[in-house]
Structure formats: C-alpha cells, structure tokens
C-alpha cells in the first residue's frame, strides 16, 4: 500500500491528477449458500464499488499478467531518475519549456499505458480491472468488493456493474444486494439505478460522492490550473492529520518549512503552467486525461461546457462527447429524482459527505471545504459550506427552516441546503476514502436497519461527526471537539515535548 501511495502522490504532484487509496479487511467468518438454494440468513451481500485509481492490468489472469496502474516502482524510479538532473538543470537555466517537456516525457513514461484515444477508448487492448467471480459467501458486515476500469464513462460501467450485481445474487441466494459505493462509483451507482432500476437493491450508501463533480477537475480541463504556498502546504500537513504527538510534529515540520521549501515549488508549478500551456495542457494534461471518459464525470456543471470548448473538438472527439454527455445531461439533473424513488421503494439510503480538510492544491479558489480531493458542497449535494478553517459570517441563519438544526456545532456547515438534509451525514477531517472501521460500522447499521434511519435518531451517529484517528472511530461533535486538536490537547503535547 505504501508504494501504491507514494505512486499516486507523486503522479498528483506532476499532473495534478486524481487517484483514491482503499484498504479493507474481511472477517473470516462465512454463511454459505448454493447456486441453486435461497439463503434465508437475514443479511443481504453488500457490494462494495471502488472509487477512481483501482489497479489495472494488462492481460489480467493470464501468465503474461502485468500491472499498468498503479506504475510499477522500477518505472517510477527510473522516471524519477531522469527528471532530477533536469530539475538541476533548470535551477541554473530558468527555461521553464524545457523543464516543461521533461515533465511531460516524465508523465508519458509513466501514463502511456492507460491512455485512451479521441474516441475515448483504450489505445491499448486487454486492459481491465481484477475480478474474482463472487463466491457464496457473505458474512455480515463484510463486503464483495467491485473493480472496473474508471478510464470507461461510467454509463457504461452500469453495464458491467448490472452483471455483478446477477453474480452475487446467483451465488449468495439472495434476490438483493447493497450498494455501498464511493467517490466516482457514486456516478455508476446512480447510472445503474436509472438504467436497470430497483428490484435488486436493499440499500445505498453514497460516501465522499464525486457524482456532482470535484473543483480541481473541472479548472484543470478548463485550463485553469494554478497553485499558491498556502494550499500546497495546508494539503500536505492534512495528509499527516491526526492527534498522535508524531502527527502534529510532522504537520509543524511541513508548516515550518513551506516558506524554504513548499513556497518555491509551489511557485514553479504555477510559472510552468504559465510559461508552457501549450506543453502541459496540450501535449500532456489533456492527452493523458480528456480523453477519458471517466474523468469527465468530474466535472462539475458549472465548469462542463467551458472544458469542453477548451479541451475536446466537437469532430475529433464527437463520439466521445456523445458519451460522456450520457451522464451530465441525463444522469446528474435526475440525482434528486434517482434517490427519492429508492427511497419510496423503503430501500435504506445514506449520504456520507466529509469536510475540513484543503482541496487539491490546484484551484484558483483553494479555501472550500473539501475531504482532500472531493469539494463537500459536491459530495453532500448541495450544503452550505463556509471557507474553510473559519466559521460561516457572523450572523449567519440556518438557510431553510425544516424544524430541526441541521447547523454544525463548529458553524461550518449548513446541512439545511442539502438535497436530503435528513439523511446526509458529515464526517470532519477523513481524508477521502481513508475510512476507518467506526466510519464504516455506521455504514453498516444503516444497511441493516429495518427502516430508513435519520440523522437525528441515533445518538452514537449524529448528522455532524468528527474523525478520532487515534482510537480509529468517529465521535459525535461536540463545540470541544469540533477542531481536529483542542486547546488541551496541544498543550498537552507541547508540555510533553
């Protein structure tokens, strides 16, 4: 998982690119059923849909197997091998071009593989995710976890999720199944459900949705890229979140040197988007990423046309536009609609949204509430947010007066405003998808609950909740446990130093 990590985060630091870490253990406890018998144990299978960045492979099952993504270490190494003397190089030269083009060598080196033509399919064959064909098994709170290639428009990953979803049920005996789903899979999950229905499903967790877009993605393909030392260090100090005493040294340490070390490099990236657009958008960004349809499903509505203008051609790409289209003209405006009629259906449904933490430091506006990656007015569907680390302004007034308080206790969200205030759930300071194991126990008692459970019914489970690294839980917030470290606890630990 460690290479995997640092892949990724070397890859999002050249390009700005998204990726979406998963660990998830399973219990080793079993119910079995045949093919053939109904399987009366009362807990229906959950299916578990990853999020964007699952590995793929080249020939996966087969004796030449290979992993294309994440790249391989050797890959990466050699990568970063010839880009470092060039960085040198451009220390004394300045020329922001040719720095650019070994950049560019640098993310082809690494990306080719995955690449997708103008008509937004592979350029390379037998390229898939894993699959293991599901067995019988399914314990209670455990899950069978869906991969697919997320470079596909996920309109037609419906598709290939629809043929899960008839495997696990053949297997498991039962005739429902429970999507847990997150990040990207949110977008398939609601595809699915407009394209095949409901009859197969018990209940829907939505957690760190992407269906509604992600800021970053939207001003990237838009050729809107920039970066400023504030977000790149807050970005990277919330990737070491958490209270343990090695947690806040770390974060004081990356705070410490933002001025030396994160300020220069943060002005580098933004002088060479500047000085060679032509280079980095053009031969690199957009060849590399718009011609995937998975990653236009991240793009948010206000930013869709105007990244369409700027990154695709109306004949080149026409049947790529075609297809991802699909989705923000016939899938997203329908959001509202999919999960209101799940819910008359008494299918048990959860939107998990999180917050306080930077965006990806590539935005012009870089203080939204986000969960490192996802904007939180996107995943929770629409609530009103304040910047982010302050309060929402003095004064402010619940926006929509439902009878219930849907006001964080920090003041800094406004669940009021969501599409479904009742049943929208916040977590404070959970990087995307880094879900612990008090996170995902909510998640289950919402799938086995024998109704539609609320925000306000539960007190272990309140609307507003706050990450508890350390005991690897989610607790309720309170007005003293509403900042990620108290008062008492950093002068506990600065005591102890």
């Known amino acids: 998982m460690k290479k995997r990590v640092l892949s990724i985060l070397l890859c999002i630091a050249v390009l700005f690119s998204s990726a979406q870490m998963f660990a998830f253990s399973a219990s080793a406890a079993s119910v079995s059923s045949s093919l053939t018998e109904k399987c009366d144990c009362g807990y229906d299978p959950i299916i578990y849909i990853h999020g964007f960045g699952n590995p793929l492979y080249m020939n996966y099952g087969a004796e030449n197997e290979k992993e294309i993504w994440v790249p391989e270490k050797d890959v990466l190494m050699n990568g970063i091998k010839k880009l470092v003397p060039k960085f040198f190089k451009f220390m004394f030269t300045r020329d922001y071009r040719a720095f650019a083009l070994a950049v560019k060598d640098f993310a082809f080196d690494l990306l080719t593989p995955i690449m997708c033509d103008d008509n937004g399919d592979s350029i390379l064959d037998g390229i898939s995710a894993a699959y293991t064909e599901p067995t019988g098994d399914h314990p209670k709170n455990t899950v069978k976890i869906y991969y697919y290639d997320w470079r596909l428009d996920v309109y037609d990953n419906a598709d290939m999720l629809r043929d899960f979803i008839n495997k696990v049920k053949a297997a498991t005996g039962h005739d429902k199944v429970a999507l847990d789903s997150e990040s990207m899979a949110t977008s398939i999950t609601v595809s699915y459900l407009l394209k095949y229905g409901y009859d197969d499903v018990s209940a829907l967790i939505f957690r760190s949705g992407a269906w509604n877009g992600i800021s970053f993605m939207g001003e990237a393909l838009s050729g809107r890229m920039t970066s400023c030392p504030e977000s790149l260090t807050g970005y990277l100090q919330d990737f070491v979140m958490g209270r343990e005493a090695k947690n806040v040294f770390f974060r004081f340490l990356i705070g410490s040197v933002g001025q030396v070390v994160i300020a220069p490099l943060s002005r580098l990236i933004d002088n060479l988007f500047k000085k060679a657009p032509d280079i980095l958008y053009d031969d690199c960004l957009l060849k590399i990423y718009g011609n995937m349809p998975g990653v236009w499903s991240f793009v948010p509505d206000e930013d869709y046309e105007s990244a369409k203008k700027f990154a695709l051609d109306e004949n080149k790409n026409a049947v790529l536009i075609e297809k991802i289209d699909r989705y923000h003209n016939e899938v997203r405006p329908k959001i509202k609609e999919i999960v209101s009629n799940a819910m008359s259906k008494n299918i048990n449904v959860a939107i998990i949204s999180n917050y306080g933490m930077y965006g990806v430091p590539a935005t012009e506006n870089y203080t939204y509430q986000s969960d490192f990656m996802v904007d939180t007015k996107f995943s929770s569907c629409g609530a009103t947010c304040s910047e982010l680390n302050k309060p929402l302004p003095e004064g402010y007034v619940q926006k929509v007066d439902d009878g219930h308080n849907h006001m964080s206790p920090d003041l ?21 998808t880094f879900f612990n194991d008090g996170y995902r126990e909510m998640t289950y008692k919402i799938i086995y609950a024998d109704h539609q459970m609320n925000v306000f019914e539960d007190e272990k489970y309140p609307q507003f909740m706050v990450n508890d690294d350390k005991h690897k ?11 990620l470290l108290t008062k008492a606890e950093l002068l506990k630990i600065r005591k102890s130093r």
């Open 412 to 432: 800094q969200i406004d669940a009021s405003t969501c599409m479904f205030p009742e049943y929208t759930w916040f977590v404070k300071g959970m990087i995307h």
């Open 473 to 483: 839980t989610i607790v309720p917030m309170t007005a003293d446990n509403s900042e």
